[in-house]
């Protein structure tokens, strides 16, 4: 199996731009989440999706912020207009229905200046 | 709220050696899953072991092995013979049961391995 696929795995953009990050999640997997990585915060959850829908969307920062899942291979999250405080390494994971363990893709390493 | 945390911000340990990781969490509930995942620096998360809060029996997987204190809410990690490539981040992770599906985090432990 690929595994989970992010993309791109490095974006640097201009304050105000529109960032929209990718994520195709393991073939099967029913669940798939959105995770923020930095120093002062470590790993937040943002949102997570069951079978396309939104399931908890209450640690997503901001309006600026919106993610979708259009169907189960494949989903974006997008912040507009990004701000320098988005600076952060993003992060897809998915599992399937059940005690099943996550399974991270490597992450987008956003960069606003 | 559940809560995950790890004391040590940073830990060393001698190549072949064993350290032990600390992690403690607060929830209310009975069933529940915890994790360690390692992040190296090309910031894979990877799973390294998990415990089912029903099994008394600690996991293992290889050199990995956790300490499940279950009344002291209490989930240590211990690599035996560490080896080179075990320096990372490592994080603690709760998920309660019952179908739930979000992890809470501990801010992670860095570990050096010293040649």
């Known amino acids: 199996d690929a595994g989970v696929i992010q993309s791109p795995r490095h974006e640097v953009t201009e304050m105000g731009q529109e960032v929209t990050l990718r994520c195709k999640p393991i073939?099967?997997?029913?669940?798939l989440f959105w995770y923020r990585q930095t120093m002062m915060r470590g790993l937040e959850l943002l949102i997570y999706f069951n079978n396309n829908v939104p399931i908890d969307d209450s640690g997503m920062p901001e309006d600026r912020f919106s993610a979708k899942m259009p169907n189960a291979s494949f989903s974006t999250l997008k912040i507009q207009p990004s701000e320098p405080r988005d600076s952060a390494v993003y992060f897809c994971?998915?599992?399937?229905?059940?005690?099943?363990?996550?399974?991270f893709g490597p992450g987008t390493r956003l960069t606003v200046l | 709220a559940q809560t995950v945390t790890q004391s040590q911000p940073e830990m060393s340990v001698q190549e072949a050696e064993t350290v032990t990781l600390s992690c403690t969490y607060d929830t209310s509930e009975s069933d529940y899953y915890l994790f360690w995942y390692k992040q190296p620096p090309s910031r894979q998360m990877i799973l390294v072991i998990r415990q089912e809060a029903y099994k008394q029996q600690n996991a293992t997987e290889n050199r990995f092995s956790v300490n499940f204190q279950k009344a002291a809410k209490s989930f240590s990690l211990k690599i035996s013979d560490s080896q080179l490539g075990d320096a990372a981040m490592y994080f603690c992770?709760?998920?309660?049961?019952?179908?739930?599906?979000?992890?809470?985090f501990g801010q992670g432990t860095r570990l050096t391995i010293n040649p």
């Open positions: 073939s099967g997997h029913d669940y």
């Open positions: 992770a709760y998920r309660r049961g019952r179908g739930a599906q979000k992890l809470v």
């Open positions: 994971a998915s599992t399937r229905q059940g005690p099943d363990t996550q399974y």
